[in-house]
């Protein structure tokens, strides 16, 4: 049964510039939510996803955006890249909004 | 707005002595997640508690849900090596789940 899977793993930009993070949930998951985490720092929501609408958005700006498909795979859309958006994306999927988390692995950024 | 306080930022204990985190919302929560993230890794669920005064145990891990359901512990019992790493509580409230800034757990050398 595979967890949830995220790719790319490390991922180097220029400001500027636009990226596109993927995400594929847990088996019988259909809840994909996305955090941003900078080095030492908690998780911070960006938004979640569910039957492909963004149900719920974090204090991040339109530069972030997302998408959810039928099969539940999600991606997080990131435009305009300014230094202070390298951290690690992680993505996380759940049975119910409110249900406990599976995290990927994640995908590194760095904006440079 | 909302928030979940968790203190300490950091704890620094020997091999064998016990560690203890505790998380205190501003606002009653409809249940409080923990998570561990060892360094480098991705946060892994441990557990969630719903009921009110509810105490669940995971070997070494006691983990506490207050009667207002407000504030909640971890509590970890002669720490070994592997308990290294930074756990989180997360509280869901107000169809949000609000994250505590974490407590690193380090074994001194």
């Given at each position: 049964d595979a967890g949830v899977t995220q790719s790319p793993?490390?991922?180097?930009?220029?400001?500027g510039q636009q990226v596109t993070l993927r995400c594929s949930p847990?088996?019988?998951?259909?809840?994909?939510?996305?955090?941003?985490?900078?080095?030492?720092?908690?998780p911070q929501f960006i938004f979640q996803y569910y039957e492909e609408e963004e149900r719920q958005r974090g204090n991040f700006p339109d530069r972030f955006s997302g998408h959810q498909f039928p099969n539940y795979s999600s991606e997080l859309n990131v435009n305009a890249l300014l230094l202070g958006d390298s951290a690690l994306y992680l993505c996380a999927s759940s049975l119910a909004r409110n249900s406990p988390l599976h995290f990927g692995n994640g995908t590194r950024l760095t904006v440079t | 707005g909302q928030q979940v306080m968790q203190i300490p930022q950091y704890q620094h204990v020997q091999e064998g002595e016990?560690?203890?985190?505790?998380?205190?919302?501003?606002?009653?929560?409809?249940?409080?997640?923990?998570?561990?993230?060892r360094p480098g890794g991705h946060p892994v669920f441990l557990i969630q508690l719903v009921k009110s005064g509810e105490v669940k145990k995971q070997k070494r891990l006691t983990f506490q849900f207050g009667e207002a359901k407000k504030n909640s512990s971890l509590h970890i019992t002669a720490t070994q090596t592997t308990d290294v790493g930074t756990y989180f509580?997360?509280?869901?409230?107000?169809?949000?789940?609000?994250?505590g800034a974490g407590t690193k757990l380090i074994i001194k050398p």
């Open positions: 793993t490390h991922l180097i930009k220029t400001r847990k088996s019988g998951h259909d809840t994909v939510s996305w955090y941003q985490q900078a080095l030492g720092q908690g | 016990d560690f203890t985190t505790y998380c205190n919302s501003s606002t009653t929560l409809s249940n409080i997640q923990w998570y561990k993230q509580c997360a509280g869901w409230s107000n169809y949000q789940l609000i994250w």
